[in-house]
DNA sequence: TTGGTTGTAGACCGATTGGTCAACTTTTAA
DNA sequence: TTAAAAGTTGACCAATCGGTCTACAACCAA
């Protein structure tokens, strides 16, 4: 409606009011990462202060309650691994380089050093039960890497390299099914080096 | 040393003192039953009295602590599990026929109508990297019954009806693998009957 | 009958939980 | 210069947490 007073760009979206102490990609990476340490229930908010380094009025007043902030963390972390894995197909040539490279990928969360595992599933794990609104963001989320792998699988099929006597939602499934149980077991005792080989055997079950 | 005054056998052992009013077996399959549902932070005290129908002195008195009558339940699911997967493999033949059997027992799991998954992963996901005791008491069981399947496995592969191009102990890691994948993808939008044909492709990736 | 032992019942405890609030500070807009 | 807006700080809150303890009841052996 009205003309803006000064000639200002919008360049600097300078907010009204004082603005913040504190950076909040590395407070929701703070919170993110103590959330994925202890898991919901087992994370207090003298934690998350602890964590992040603010005080409880500033947390509330920024990300809302305890749960809104967990939230935000799960679409935060759900959304980076979502673009590493489009990163990651986009630099591969063929739909064999293309499933390497995914199950590659997906079996990183095979490699932390105090076997947290994935976000995502320990998050479906402990709340996708109970809480629907959750399971929902978690399973949308599953949904669509699999659509992605869908795609290259069919593509795969089309061109002969991968087995056609199955749905490519299937053998989609199926990788997903595997990648994830190797995630969950080395929460335990299995290695990430034994996970990538047994991996090979479930890719070449989908070879042509 | 000493002999005994009355005559009575050992079949009766009444125990000193007043008599337990509760099932112990009850107790601790609903005290089993509400840590499967809710994990065990998000379950309480309180809720454990609700779902025993004991009240808090004799809860503390007969299992100890929350964390023991945990523990408890714990090694009572592990049993049962164990249990069953012998009985199961003991009804069958061959080692396809057992492999076979072992999956579907596996995949029993995914049929939970609340969705809550097996316990033992449950647990090791939530308190497997926290808690070394815990992570022990479910890893060793991990162990047996991937030992278990090893055998199966080696026998098959003997007889040639399995293929003896990788490690019978690798094998039996991927088939675990797989249905531990599966059994947490169930907690989410996986169909126990669509997990079942994904077995099948797992098994088949055994065979020679 | 009495003393020892175990179980039941529930009041009670300090600590911790997630969450709110008021006083104060720092900024922008008028 | 002043008012409104947003952020900071930490005291404060009721509720719940896991756990203890005392009074009492029911059983056995002596």
């Not at 990300?63 to 759900?78: A, E, M, P, Q, V």
């Not at 989609?172 to 034994?194: C, D, H, M, N, P």
Request: net charge negative; hydrophobic share 45%.
């Amino acid at each position: 409606m009205s003309a803006r007073h000064t000639a200002t760009p919008d360049s600097a979206p300078r907010r009204l009011g004082r603005p913040r102490e504190f950076d909040e990609d590395e407070v929701l990476d703070a919170a993110l990462d103590a959330f994925w340490r202890k898991g919901f229930e087992a994370t207090s908010m003298a934690d998350l202060i602890e964590a992040t380094g603010l005080h409880k009025g500033s947390l509330y007043k920024a990300f809302g309650d305890k749960r809104s902030l967990f939230l935000t963390t799960l679409r935060r972390y759900l959304a980076r691994g979502h673009a590493k894995i489009e990163a990651t197909l986009a630099g591969e040539p063929t739909p064999e380089a293309k499933l390497d490279a995914w199950m590659n990928a997906m079996l990183g969360s095979c490699d932390a050093a105090d076997n947290r595992g994935c976000y995502a599933i320990n998050v479906e794990v402990e709340l996708g039960p109970h809480d629907p609104e959750i399971a929902k963001v978690v399973g949308d989320h599953f949904d669509e890497v699999r659509e992605l792998v869908t795609a290259i699988i069919a593509e795969g099929q089309a061109s002969g390299v991968f087995r056609a006597d199955r749905d490519a939602s299937d053998l989609a499934e199926f990788l997903a099914v595997f990648a994830i149980g190797a995630v969950t077991r080395s929460k335990g005792k299995l290695e990430a080096t034994q996970a990538r080989r047994l991996a090979r055997s479930a890719i070449d079950a989908v070879l042509a």
